[in-house]
């Protein structure tokens, strides 16, 4: 009787190569396809970082992909920046932005030195707290790097958690190639706004007019901003077809600006135009370049650092030397609530939820919780009784 041929042995690892260390202490790979045979290549070295790198590289030669690995953390930027940031994402200047920060410290580590070196990361947060981390290449202003908040260091963390999510899933490096590490704790809300007066006088200080006498970007900016409460983003990319002049009203497309680029969670919002801003807007739609009210769909980042800069100079308030686009849309919130406005209007300006602008907003409405406790009078005669 004839003994049936036995199953080829797969030697360790299902068929997949693997690394066996020497006496010698020199790495080599392993590997058994499943046919009875197993070879071995010497990687030539003692490091195993080194031996990881070549292990990897003979794995992608077997899928005919040798060109394909990335070996270095710059590459995976790279690749990550080219072939999903600059066709599909919305904030690409932000990411973009966060990429070469991390290029700059990160960018020329293997990604094996990556693994055996977590602290990297965990260094160059400190670094970018203590604003001592190496400066991006490109970098146009001249002025002192500031300190990173936790907020920014969330964002670029996330950056390069996205871009190693990315570089994996097609197949360019390992599922595990970056090193566990601890993301920055959410910063606290900032919860800095513009009383009415300091409000008016930024709208009055920030009349600028550029070079051929039109209204500033700048001061468009600013208006759009106080006087809609719109995201950055919405601003810039906002067109002159989304502002309805004979209606008074700004169409807010979120997220759907960019022919090809991902649709934003955000919800379209419309905006009644304020009675003070229909005659900026319509100024500066007579005075219009382009599609764009702003002219083009960049950020006035260089004339916003300007306006902080001369308006603290001006005031001395730290308010303004610590301005945001976001203090703005939080002021115009804050002012609304302030003078009354129902949350739910205020929800309905913002595009956001009621429940997020009730904890937001809700302390600064007037005679907030008195209602609660004068919810009824007692019986005078009632209570003559118990006096």
């Known amino acids: 009787m004839k003994k049936s041929p036995s199953t080829p042995r797969t030697r360790n690892r299902d068929g997949q190569p693997w690394l066996q260390q020497l006496d010698s202490g020199i790495w080599r790979i392993c590997h058994s396809p499943g046919d009875g045979t197993t070879t071995r290549l010497s990687t030539k070295t003692k490091d195993e970082g080194q031996a990881k790198e070549a292990l990897e590289r003979y794995r992608l030669s077997l899928k005919g992909e040798t060109s394909k690995a990335l070996l270095t953390v710059g590459a995976v930027f790279d690749y990550y920046s080219e072939q999903h940031v600059s066709a599909k994402a919305n904030d690409v200047e932000r990411r973009d932005l966060a990429l070469g920060w991390l290029r700059a410290s990160l960018g020329d580590m293997t990604i094996a030195a990556l693994q055996r070196n977590p602290l990297a990361i965990q260094q160059y947060m400190q670094a970018r707290r203590a ?100 995201r950055k983003s919405a601003i810039i990319q906002l067109p002159w077809e989304d502002v309805d002049l004979a209606a008074g009203r700004v169409y807010y497309r979120q997220g759907v600006q960019r022919s090809g680029a991902q649709r934003s969670s955000k919800r379209t919002v419309t905006v009644p135009i304020a009675d003070w801003l229909l005659p900026l807007l319509q100024r500066a739609y007579e005075e219009r370049k382009g599609e764009y009210v702003l002219d083009d769909a960049t950020e006035p980042s260089g004339a916003f650092e300007t306006l902080c800069r001369r308006a603290f100079k001006a005031t001395g308030n730290p308010k303004f030397r610590d301005l945001t686009p976001h203090v703005m849309r939080h002021t115009t919130a804050t002012l609304m609530a302030r003078a009354g406005v129902p949350i739910v209007n205020i929800a309905g300006v913002l595009g956001n939820s009621v429940a997020v602008c009730q904890r937001n907003y809700l302390h600064h409405t007037p005679d907030h919780l008195v209602n609660a406790v004068n919810f009824r009078t007692p019986i005078s005669t009632i209570t003559e009784q118990l006096l």
């Open 131 to 230: 604003a001592t981390a190496p400066v991006y290449v490109g970098r146009a202003t001249t002025n002192p790097v500031r300190k990173a908040g936790e907020g920014t260091l969330r964002y670029e963390m996330n950056a390069l958690v996205t871009a190693f999510n990315y570089a994996a899933k097609h197949q360019r490096i390992p599922a595990n190639a970056l090193p566990h590490f601890d993301m920055p704790d959410a910063p606290e809300p900032n919860d800095i706004w513009l009383t009415e007066t300091e409000h008016d006088w930024l709208l009055e200080f920030v009349r600028w007019e550029d070079e051929e006498g039109r209204m500033s970007r700048i001061w468009r900016f600013v208006a759009l901003a106080l006087g809609t409460a719109a």
